[in-house]
Nanobody, 121 residues
Framework: QVQLVESGGGLVQAGGSLRLSCAAS????????MGWFRQAPGKEREFVAT????????DYADSVKGRFAISRDNAKNTMYLIMDSLKPEDTAVYYC??????????????WGQGTQVTVSS
């Protein structure tokens, strides 16, 4: 199995940027498709971005397209979510996941603990 740990969350003003990291152990990130999801208080978990196992294919939610980018560094066994032009509605707990290339949360077998991103107005 693979264990995932997110980091890099914090408080940022609207228009700012953050880079979230997802460090893997047990297995390499290259063994899986990887995804990012987020959940705001009182709302269900929603899809943010995903990258195929090969890294060739990516997919993004319409709400983040053009602002967020998913990447993977196999040498560091780490996945990233680079977030630019952040908006208050991006405020949520962000989770990384490993599994199949999918926009659905049930396509992923392994999940990190989450990291909080708060964007102020």
């Amino acid at each position: 199995q693979v264990q995932l740990v997110e980091s890099g969350g914090g408080l940022v003003q609207a228009g700012g940027s953050l880079r979230l990291s997802c460090a893997a152990s047990g297995r390499t990130v290259s063994s899986y498709a990887m995804g990012w999801f987020r959940q705001a208080p009182g709302k269900e978990r929603e899809f943010v971005a995903t990258m195929s196992r090969s890294g060739i294919s990516t997919d993004y939610a319409d709400s983040v397209k053009g602002r967020f980018a998913i990447s993977r560094d196999n040498a560091k066994n780490t996945m990233y979510l680079i977030m630019d032009s952040l908006k208050p509605e991006d405020t949520a707990v962000y989770y990384c996941a490993a599994g199949y290339y999918s926009r659905r949360s049930n396509g992923y077998d392994f999940w990190g603990q989450g990291t909080q991103v708060t964007v102020s107005s």
